[in-house]
């Protein structure tokens, strides 16, 4: 029986084997890449070092720089942004109104975008004057921040639907003005989909939700599927999101609805927001079957697709 010690050697000797072969793969096809005329993209990581920054000052200059160029960036979008929330509908009675949709909808972005990680810390941080005043240099005669219950009050009532749409104008904005033109895979914008569960509780808090067992007892549990633009490098922007519901299933037999019936229902959506541009969707190992092929195929998109042991064994013979 072998000890502990020797356990840990064998196990550090594997690693390096996997690591060397690994490496040896990559740098084979870094060749066959380069003897095809294909370019090669060195992948940048983080740099590994001390801070460069020698005094105080210094490192001060550094963080004004990089707020002013946050600020430039702020100036460029928000007014835009701004506006197309304004086209937002309102269904709040309208003697009953303080703060405009627009500015409800921004100060939730706002909170997203400062990184708030609740409502309270969002009122504590962005209701100053100091924050009032710089967030009035993007979006002038702006009285006062609202408070993140009214905001949270509204978004439960509004239409979701109307978000999603204007979020889509500026995505369809950033993409005819070419700003991902240099992340793209062979000219094609890369969307990747996958499901995601959002709540769990053992009693039904909406009719939507689905039922499965656990430990013997119902539990319900809230699932979507999302789909988002993912880059090269990391930088992911989300596009739309479908929402399993229980009504999409054949009720009658208690079959309950299922990624692959969201599938086809985002995959709408996403052809009615984006009918002409070039896609390439990518998939786990759950989608490798006909009708995606297919749905793919009449969308004219392209699809790169996991293909796990025991999916399309045929195909794994071939």
């Known amino acids: 029986m072998m000890s502990r010690q020797e356990r840990r050697k064998i196990e550090l000797q594997e690693r390096k084997a996997q690591k060397k072969a690994r490496m040896g793969a990559q740098r084979q096809l870094r060749e066959e890449q380069e003897a095809g005329g294909m370019p090669v993209k060195m992948q940048k990581t983080a740099a590994h070092s001390k801070s460069s920054f020698k005094t105080v000052q210094e490192e001060k200059e550094a963080d004004q720089d990089r707020g002013i160029a946050h600020i430039k960036t702020m ?28 500015v ?61 749409k204007t979020h889509m104008e500026l995505v369809r904005e950033f993409i005819t003005s070419k700003k991902f033109s240099r992340y793209l895979l062979g000219c094609s914008y890369p969307i990747a989909i996958d499901g995601s569960q959002k709540y769990a509780y053992n009693f039904l808090w909406a009719e939507e939700c689905q039922r499965r ?79 995606v092929f297919e749905l793919c195929r009449s969308y004219k998109w392209q699809y790169m697709i996991v293909l796990q042991d025991d999916s399309l064994k045929s195909v794994w013979e071939e």
């Not at 209701?127 to 993140?148: G, Q, S, W």
Request: net charge neutral.
């Open 213 to 291: 067992k656990v430990n013997g007892k119902d539990q319900y549990y809230c699932s979507a599927l999302e789909a988002s633009l993912a880059f090269q490098g990391g930088l992911t922007i989300p596009l739309c999101t479908e929402f399993l519901d229980y009504m999409e299933g054949d009720v009658d037999s208690d079959k309950q609805d299922c990624e692959l019936k969201a599938f086809r229902r985002l995959a709408r959506k996403l052809k009615g927001f984006f009918p002409k541009l070039k896609v390439i969707v990518l998939l786990d190992g759950l989608y490798p079957n006909g009708d």
């Open 104 to 164: 409800l909808l921004l100060s939730g972005l706002l909170s997203f975008v400062f990184q708030k990680t609740s409502r309270r810390e969002a009122n504590r941080e962005l209701t100053t004057a100091t924050f009032l005043e710089n967030v009035n240099l993007c979006i002038p005669d702006l009285e006062e921040m609202p408070h993140h219950d009214t905001i949270q009050r509204f978004l439960a009532v509004m239409d979701i639907n109307d978000l999603e």
């Open 75 to 102: 100036n460029r979008i928000l007014p835009g942004i701004f506006q197309k929330l304004s086209r937002v509908k309102d269904i709040r009675h309208p003697g009953k109104i303080k703060y405009k949709a627009a």
